[in-house]
C-alpha cells in the first residue's frame, strides 16, 4: 500500500517525511538544494528604503490583484541566515501569498539583497531594533493587515521584537509566526560545531559569510580583525569577531544569550506560532522551552512535528509548500481573514 504523505489538516503536527527522504538531515539539505529549482520562480518589485544611519533596506514585494478598495493583507518575510528573497522557503511563500491571494514581501537582511550595504553594521539574531524599523515602513507603504513570518534566524529575530514592543506589537502586527528558529542560539551554536553539523553546514554558511565580512573590512579597513576571521572555522568564532562586537555585543557568549528569544518568551502579546521539527539538526529538541511552558502564555501556539528538519517539510514538487500552506493560514485564521 502506498503511504499517505499528506499533512493532516485538522493536525499540523502530523507532518509525515516520505520515505524516501529520512532523517533531519536529508530533509535539510534537498529542500534547500531542490526548492528554488523546483517551486515557482518569485518575480517581485524591489523597493529601496533609506534608513536613519544613511544605509538602504532592500524589499522584494509581490502585490496580489485585488479590487481598488479590498486592500489585500500583506505577508512579511524575513529571511534566514544568509538567505533571501529567492531561498527555497521564501518562493514556497511566495506560492502560498499567491493562492490564498494575499501581497507578501520579502525584507532583506543589510547585505543579503545582492548588494553590499554601506554602513558598518551588517545583521544578527536579535536584530529588533531592524525589524521595528522595517516594519513601520510596511505600517506607512502599506494600509492592509499585516501578518510576519520568519524563517531560522529571522524567525528568532521576529519573537525578539515581538518581546521588546510586548503590546504595542498588536497595533502594527496582527500575527506571527517563527518557523525553525533557533530559540537558543548558545545550544544552536554548539549543535553547529560538532559532528556532521560541523563538516556539512558550518563551511556552508562560513564560504558566504567570510568574503562579505572582509567586503566590509574593505570599506572600513580596521574594522575587525581579518586575520583572526578568516582563520574562523566556526559560528562561534566567526561571531566573536565579527559579529558580536559590531553590533553592540561585548563577545558571542554575550550576543547569544541577549539575543536567544528563549527566556523572554513570556513577554509576547500578540498571536504567535512557534514551529520546531524534533529532528532539526540546527535546533535541538532539548534546547527548547517545553511546549506546556511555552503555550501558558495565552498568545502562542507551538507546533512541534516529528519531521521536517532545518526548514524542510518538503513532499516532492507537486506538494512542496505544504508547510508554508499551514502556516499561512494559520496566521489568516488569527486575522479573521
Not at 511563500?93 to 543579503?112: E, L, P
Amino acid at each position: 500500500m502506498r503511504r499517505n504523505t499528506s499533512i493532516n489538516r485538522a493536525n499540523p503536527l502530523d507532518y509525515p517525511a516520505p520515505w524516501w527522504l529520512p532523517g533531519g538531515h536529508m530533509q535539510t539539505v534537498i529542500p534547500a538544494l531542490a526548492g528554488p529549482r523546483m517551486l515557482p520562480q518569485f518575480k517581485p518589485q524591489r523597493l529601496r528604503w533609506n534608513t536613519p544611519d544613511q544605509d538602504f533596506i532592500d524589499v522584494d514585494v509581490q502585490r496580489a490583484l485585488v479590487a481598488p478598495d479590498t486592500p489585500a493583507p500583506l505577508l512579511v518575510l524575513f529571511h534566514g541566515l544568509e538567505g533571501n528573497a529567492q531561498s527555497h522557503y521564501a518562493r514556497a511563500f511566495a506560492a502560498s501569498a499567491a493562492r490564498a491571494g494575499w501581497s507578501y514581501a520579502v525584507a532583506h537582511f543589510r547585505g543579503c539583497s545582492g548588494e553590499m550595504n554601506r554602513a558598518p553594521r551588517a545583521y544578527h539574531s536579535g536584530d529588533f531594533e531592524e525589524i521595528d524599523w522595517i516594519l513601520q515602513q510596511f505600517a506607512t507603504a502599506f494600509e492592509c493587515p499585516l501578518a510576519v513570518v520568519g524563517v531560522s534566524l529571522g524567525g528568532n529575530a521576529l519573537l525578539r521584537w515581538a518581546q521588546e514592543c510586548g503590546g504595542d506589537s498588536r497595533y502594527r502586527v496582527k500575527a506571527i509566526a517563527s518557523v525553525g528558529a533557533p530559540l537558543d542560539l548558545a545550544a544552536s551554536g554548539a549543535a553547529l560545531s560538532r559532528g556532521l553539523n560541523r563538516y556539512l553546514y558550518t563551511p556552508m554558511f562560513l564560504r558566504t559569510m567570510k568574503p562579505k565580512a572582509m567586503r566590509k573590512w574593505r570599506q572600513y579597513p580596521g574594522l575587525f580583525d581579518a586575520a583572526a576571521l578568516m582563520a574562523a572555522d566556526d559560528l562561534y568564532a566567526f561571531d566573536n569577531v565579527f559579529t558580536a562586537p559590531l553590533h553592540g555585543f561585548k563577545n558571542t557568549d554575550d550576543y547569544w544569550q541577549r539575543a536567544s528569544a528563549a527566556p523572554r518568551m513570556p513577554a509576547i502579546a500578540l498571536p504567535s506560532l512557534v514551529v520546531n521539527a524534533q529532528n532539526d539538526p540546527f535546533v535541538p529538541i532539548a534546547s527548547l522551552p517545553a511546549i506546556q511552558t511555552l503555550q501558558q502564555n495565552r498568545y502562542i501556539e507551538v507546533w512541534r512535528p516529528r519531521h521536517g528538519g532545518h526548514i524542510g517539510f518538503w513532499q516532492g514538487p507537486s506538494a512542496a509548500t505544504m508547510a508554508s500552506d499551514h502556516v499561512l493560514a494559520w496566521l489568516a485564521r488569527k486575522m479573521g481573514i
